[in-house]
């Protein structure tokens, strides 16, 4: 199915903020020092590179009518390089800004899927939120 050009183009934008943002959390993963924050940014990293992913997916008209809301659970494990950073934010603002992050994303999500005009584009969001929250 070929996407109408709303729907690339606020894919295409909203695609860009998220590399930026997985660029940001793997920065902060490696920066971290809890365990149990680093854990948590790395699940936000992973859940985040799934969201590329299937959104790289829908938007290959070879393929996006076979993109269903079971793709944003298929998260496959990965390593996180990290070189030495040079600047260490601590773990108390890493994890303000992770949590503001992750809910900014979260509703930038929503409104993009709200635009939508693809069904199935616009179906997949709604349908992996509810059964989240069943």
């Known amino acids: 199915?070929?996407?109408?050009?709303?729907?690339?183009?606020?894919?295409?934008?909203?695609?860009?903020?998220?590399?930026?943002?997985?660029?940001k959390l793997a920065y902060y993963y490696c920066s971290v020092k809890n365990p149990l924050l680093k854990q948590t940014i790395y699940?936000?990293?992973?859940i985040m590179r799934n969201h590329v992913q299937v959104m790289l997916k829908l938007m290959d008209s070879e393929h996006n009518e076979e993109v269903?809301?079971?793709?944003?659970n298929q998260v496959e494990l990965v390593d996180i390089p990290c070189p030495e950073p040079i600047l260490r934010l601590g773990?108390?603002?890493?994890?303000?800004?992770?949590?503001?992050?992750?809910?900014?994303?979260?509703?930038?999500?929503?409104?993009s899927?709200?635009?939508?005009?693809?069904?199935?584009?616009?179906?997949i969001p709604f349908k992996w939120l509810f059964n989240k929250s069943n």
Not at 113 to 123: E, F, G, R
């Open 91 to 111: 773990d108390k603002n890493i994890l303000l800004e992770a949590h503001n992050t992750a809910k900014s994303m979260a509703l930038d999500n929503f409104s």
């Open 1 to 23: 199915m070929i996407l109408k050009a709303i729907d690339l183009s606020l894919m295409s934008e909203h695609l860009m903020t998220h590399k930026g943002v997985l660029k």
């Open 113 to 123: 899927a709200l635009k939508m005009k693809a069904p199935n584009v616009k179906s």
């Open 43 to 46: 699940d936000q990293f992973l």
């Open 68 to 72: 269903s809301v079971l793709a944003l």
